[in-house]
């Protein structure tokens, strides 16, 4: 018997990153180690505090057993506690917040939740490409809008025409930005509020960054703008500040209805969070100055220890305000990928081409931040020897008579 997927799994676009994975691991078994400078997690060990706190939630009986759907009470009530310490927001515990197995599980869901097939959602790139399948799987459609440097990677709604406004009903939004390092401001996401109510188009904001801002303060959420419960969302990760990625969970915060949605969506796919990720995240929050009051210090000096020397060797970049990247512009007579893999196959460096992020990518790459001061100093130096490589390639090819 001839078994065929159906066409919603046929038109789920496959990921972006699996060819580059396939050439990164064709690589890996081809002689020396590969320095990764491509990765999207902090490098940072999970904390020992948080450790000792997941050991001891396994052994509890009760989070050996099935739990409520919509999560454990005294974690909602302490992401509730933590939204209003940090941010100044206030969202109810029971109809405003939403657990997620993870923020790439929460976002991949809206586009279901909210729309019909064949609806527009917009899509703000270079951009996480991950948001596309959660549109195919919702059978809807996606317009790229470039965002341009000029306006700091920050959207220019001017830019989007009445024509795909009239179809649209969603768009994503992602600041700190992945992969840019773009933040956003508070008179951009009051922008945003008026704008989405004119236009009747709901707001996903992608806060996954959220403690990885290198100005003074906290880096701007959507949901502390007046207005923003009425139109959207926002996404918080606790992968990455408390260095918990394997563990999967996140949560959602805004409009009620769409928290309504995104529960009754998790129940078809899911019976409840493990308990004791669930206790491990408790733990977290409660200790949550003293488990992050590293990542500024620590970050801001790593992308001034690159960046001047970037300056010296003269790429252009985008100086990160928040995230883990930089988003790097290739030499000429380059594209995204065709440096992407001289790095890689020349002078074993991981980086992210680009291009996988959507239309103004195709000629960058992704640099992570993610890397000890041993491995930042043989970052510098190979990224030296292209440049080297390249003026003897164009001094050779002169003298040839080629140039």
Not at 64 to 73: E, L, P
Not at 78 to 101: G, R
Not at 211 to 233: C, H, L, N, W
Not at 375 to 382: D, M, T
Request: overall charge negative; aromatic content about 12%; some cysteine.
């Amino acid at each position: 018997m001839k078994i065929e997927l159906s066409n919603t799994i046929k038109n789920i676009p496959e990921n972006v990153f699996y060819p580059i994975f396939k050439l990164i691991s064709e690589e890996s078994s081809n002689g020396n180690p590969l320095l990764n400078a491509g990765i999207g997690v902090p490098d940072s060990d999970t904390p020992e505090l948080l450790l000792k706190e997941l050991e001891t939630a396994i052994r509890k009986p009760e989070n050996m057993r099935y739990g409520a759907f919509d999560g454990k009470v005294t974690l909602l009530n302490e992401i509730s506690q933590w939204l209003k310490e940090n941010y100044n927001i206030d969202a109810d515990p029971k109809s405003e917040i939403a657990l997620v197995f993870g923020t790439k599980s929460g976002l991949s869901s809206i586009p279901s939740v909210l729309l019909n097939p064949n609806d527009t959602v917009l899509l703000p790139v270079p951009s996480y490409p991950d948001y596309i399948q959660g549109i195919a799987l919702a059978q809807a459609k996606y317009e790229e809008i470039e965002l341009k440097q000029e306006n700091n990677y920050l959207l220019d709604y001017s830019d989007i025409s009445e024509e795909v406004l009239r179809d649209a009903k969603l768009i994503f939004l992602n600041y700190p930005s992945n992969p840019i390092g773009a933040v956003a401001t508070k008179e951009f996401y009051e922008e945003t509020v008026k704008w989405a109510e004119e236009n009747n188009i709901v707001v996903l904001q992608d806060h996954a960054y959220s403690d990885f801002y290198y100005k003074e303060g906290y880096s701007p959420a959507f949901m502390q703008t007046e207005g923003a419960k009425e139109v959207g969302i926002e996404f918080f990760s606790f992968s990455k500040n408390f260095s918990i990625s394997g563990l999967r969970i996140g949560f959602a915060v805004g409009n009620k209805e769409i928290i309504r949605g995104l529960k009754e969506y998790n129940t078809i796919f899911h019976a409840n969070i493990y308990g004791a990720i669930q206790d491990t995240v408790i733990a977290a929050l409660k200790n949550y100055r003293q488990l992050t009051s590293h990542i500024k210090e620590t970050y801001s000096k790593r992308i001034d220890k690159i960046t001047t020397k970037l300056d010296e060797l003269g790429y252009s970049y985008f100086k990160p305000e928040g995230g883990i990247f930089i988003w790097l512009k290739v030499k000429n007579g380059y594209n995204s990928q065709s440096f992407f893999e001289l790095l890689l196959k020349k002078y074993r460096i991981v980086t992210m081409p680009g291009h996988v992020f959507g239309q103004g990518g195709e000629n960058y790459i992704r640099l992570s931040l993610s890397l000890s001061d041993e491995q930042i100093n043989i970052l510098i130096k190979k990224l030296i020897m292209p440049q080297k490589n390249m003026v003897w390639g164009q001094q050779h090819r002169h003298h040839l008579g080629v140039c």
